[in-house]
């Protein structure tokens, strides 16, 4: 449940009974909650980035919930969970196509929304890490599929060596000490030598610096390591 913790939920739905019963049921569950009345007022808000998952109506003034969802993909893969009236398998249809990430049928249970929000937004903190990337110049690390690249070149890096480059790049412009790194490459109960750390930076220099004539990992004398922009 943690993943979901203060997440930010934009409800968009003119029905301000409805709007106000799914505002309480939300911040109850501990989300923050935006809300909009109109279908332009709901898209602008779900531009500006600040929520992190749509409850969507499709009846709403100004545009209707699947012209925002239109426009909305233009730009942003926000997901998107749509309200259709009952029975409206149409509609049902129609917003999936246009690409919401699941529907409801009016009414609803509450545990039930509750439940689908949560499935979403974990559906979409899974892909958003697969997709990342952690970059430094023409250097490229892939968490999911273990990948080093330079200038688009593969690199072999072995898993220890690998790991400390992710937890470098993942901690860009902060000094990262070599406790703190010993411990996330080599584990907590980790009982050899502390300079190991040492020993992987030196390979990694041998595999990335010496080759591609670069400076990626700088040492900070007495602390750790640090990747800097
Ligand atoms: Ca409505």
Redesign the pocket.
């Known amino acids: 449940m943690q993943t979901e913790a203060g997440k930010t939920i934009l409800i968009v739905?003119?029905?301000e009974k409805i709007a106000r019963f799914l505002e309480l049921e939300l911040k109850h569950e501990g989300y923050q909650v935006l809300k909009a009345f109109t279908g332009r007022e709901g898209l602008a808000l779900a531009e500006s980035g600040r929520a992190d998952l749509m409850v969507l109506?499709?009846?709403?003034p100004e545009l209707n919930g699947f012209e925002v969802l239109r426009r909305l993909r233009k730009t942003s893969q926000l997901p998107v969970i749509m309200l259709t009236a009952r029975d409206e398998v149409m509609d049902k249809v129609a917003g999936l196509d246009g690409g919401a990430d699941d529907y409801m049928t009016k009414p609803f249970a509450i545990e039930e929304l509750l439940a689908r929000i949560r499935l979403v937004l974990k559906k979409h903190v899974g892909a958003q890490k697969e997709e990342t990337v952690l970059t430094y110049g023409a250097l490229e690390l892939h968490p999911a599929r273990h990948e080093v690249r330079y200038g688009g070149e593969p690199v072999e890096l072995t898993p220890r060596e690998f790991s400390l480059l992710q937890v470098l790049l993942e901690n860009k412009n902060i000094v990262v000490s070599r406790d703190t790194l010993l411990q996330k490459v080599c584990g907590y109960d980790y009982l050899g030598e502390t300079n190991v750390i040492d020993v992987y930076v030196r390979y990694l220099r041998s595999k990335l610096d010496d080759v591609y004539h670069v400076k990626i990992i700088q040492t900070v004398r007495g602390i750790g390591y640090c990747i800097r922009d």
């Open positions: 739905e003119d029905e109506d499709v009846m709403l």
